[in-house]
């Protein structure tokens, strides 16, 4: 029996947080920088590309969404792959491929070029998306996770403040040679992480899944405060891997596609749910398209000037990475569902007064100043509010809900919806926006964040606290009396 000074130190040290554990969270979640800068940068790059190569609306569609719809490929298959060759060379994997498209972009001479550079890195980018979060929940110590796996949404919104800030500085630059700048730039962050990859360890949980109990003991000593802390995380895996009757040395994710889609348990349809849920409203929030196409809406609002277009994207950019940064903080004091719960909300509002400031403005011929400052404030707390919930709880949610066996091929499928829906929208938001107007896009993206505040009330239970090891129980049946408030309350540190 341990004293109560003893217990109150062992709960202290678990309560830190460890400098190594976050290294390799800050190394892993360096790969969503990719996906980031793509997005903030293309958003400027595209206003070149269209004047350099004359290319229509359609293809303006064609080419944003070309990543984001073959990340999808990259997505499906990051979960077997990471399965299989291991989280660490997942992320090389990752790094590697987008790599190759950054350069295929910046060096393509004609559209179908281009195209087809978005197609590599867009795969690329799906498998960054997928490993960066399960490799960091599954490294993380249960009393930091949410703040550590919310970092893969504050490099993704450092990434693309970084490309607003590009776009900035090389405007002024020939349209044939700035745009093929801002996007062979990619190809830096993609050769930072392949290179910060050498000081990563592998994920003690995938090195048990492989049998490999002594490499998992040395990682989780590294990434524990006490080799107490490390040893009850090493049981607790262990045992969570030996109660599961096809878990061998040889185990490779086979199985896993079936056991998710073909007969799934009640708790793993539940994860599933919320999982695929999650990352649904993620992306039919609208929020890769309005940052994409954000020159576009403001210049239909009255800003024609590119360095003007480009300063009002820098200041949403700078407003994301704030509240990010708040959300990361305080994910782990107050939860999942109150963060997320605010930051829907808030968008929905957000996007209400975004639509009634674009309705004005179409139906208007002086463009008052007022209602476009309306606009742009409506936008900034649009990715506000997205930086506070959906934003980093999609990641961290889709990676720590499902059980070690389904984790990777899980979470994968998650993200390949959240790929799914992204590339849908980007592909056919001027589109619908053409036929219903900026502002009518607006009104029925509020809509949709009302129907997920619904979705995430009822179906979402609250994980803070929680170890990865436990997660099963919050979606097994429970008494119809039981609501989330009282399961948070039997939640306890570990």
């Known amino acids: 029996m341990e004293s109560p000074e003893i217990q109150s130190h062992h709960q202290a040290s678990v ?13 892993a979640s360096m790969t969503s920088v990719l996906l980031g800068y793509d997005i903030g940068v293309m958003s400027g790059a595209v206003l070149f590309i269209r004047e350099n190569l004359k290319i229509t609306s359609i293809q303006v569609e064609i080419l944003v969404g070309t990543l984001n719809v073959c990340s999808l490929i990259g997505s499906l298959a990051s979960g077997k792959t ?21 350069i295929a972009m910046g060096l393509a001479p004609s559209f179908p070029g281009l195209v087809a550079g978005r197609i590599v890195a867009g795969i690329g980018v799906g498998y960054s998306l997928m490993i960066s979060p399960v490799y960091t929940a599954e490294i993380s110590p249960t009393m930091k996770r949410g703040l550590l796996t919310s970092l893969p949404e504050f490099f993704i919104v450092m990434g693309i403040l970084i ?26 962050p993609a050769i930072a992480v392949g290179f910060g990859v050498i000081a990563m360890p592998e994920s003690p949980r995938w090195l048990v899944t492989q049998g490999k109990l002594e490499e998992a003991k040395r990682v989780l000593i590294k990434v524990s405060n006490t080799t107490q802390e490390a040893e009850s995380r090493l049981a607790e895996i262990t045992k969570a891997a030996n109660s599961d009757p096809t878990n061998s040395k040889n185990w490779h994710g086979q199985g896993v596609w079936k056991e998710l889609l073909w007969k799934p348990s009640k708790p793993v349809k539940r994860m599933l749910i919320a999982a695929i849920g999650i990352n ?9 398209a309005v940052i994409y196409y954000c020159p576009e809406v403001f210049k239909s609002a009255g800003i024609h000037s590119k360095k003007q277009l480009f300063g009002v994207n820098v200041i949403m950019g700078m407003a994301k990475t704030s509240f990010v940064l708040v959300s990361a903080v305080y994910l782990d004091k107050f939860g999942r569902r109150p963060l997320l719960l605010l930051g829907t909300i808030g968008m929905a509002l957000s996007l209400a007064v975004l639509g009634l400031g674009s309705k004005f403005l179409e139906h208007s011929d002086s463009k008052p100043l007022w209602a476009i400052v309306v606009c742009i404030v409506a936008v900034c707390a649009f990715v506000s509010f997205f930086s506070i919930g959906l934003g980093p709880i999609t990641w961290v949610y889709s990676s720590e809900i499902f059980p070690l066996r ?15 829906v992204s590339g849908v929208l980007s592909m056919t938001f001027l589109s619908i926006s053409e036929k219903i107007s900026f502002g009518g896009m607006f009104f029925v ?29 919050l979606f097994e049946d429970k008494d119809k009396t039981v609501d989330t408030s009282q399961m948070e309350m039997r939640v306890r540190p570990t």
């Open 163 to 188: 490309g607003y800030i590009t776009n900035y500085a090389l405007s002024g630059l020939p349209n044939n040679l700035n745009w093929r700048i801002m996007l062979g730039l990619a190809a830096v």
């Open 280 to 288: 649904f409203f993620m992306q039919a929030s609208g929020n890769d």
């Open 15 to 27: 309560g830190r947080l460890n400098k190594y554990a976050l290294l390799c969270a800050l190394l």
């Open 82 to 102: 990471s399965d299989y060759i291991g989280r660490r060379y997942t992320i090389v994997l990752a790094a590697t491929t987008f790599l190759i498209g950054a």
């Open 406 to 420: 389904l984790r990777a091929q899980g979470t994968a499928l998650a993200i390949s919806v959240n790929r799914l």
């Open 445 to 473: 993206l509020a809509g949709i964040m009302v129907v997920g505040v619904v979705f995430f009330y009822l179906l979402l239970p609250e994980t803070k606290g929680k170890t990865l090891e436990e997660m099963v129980a």
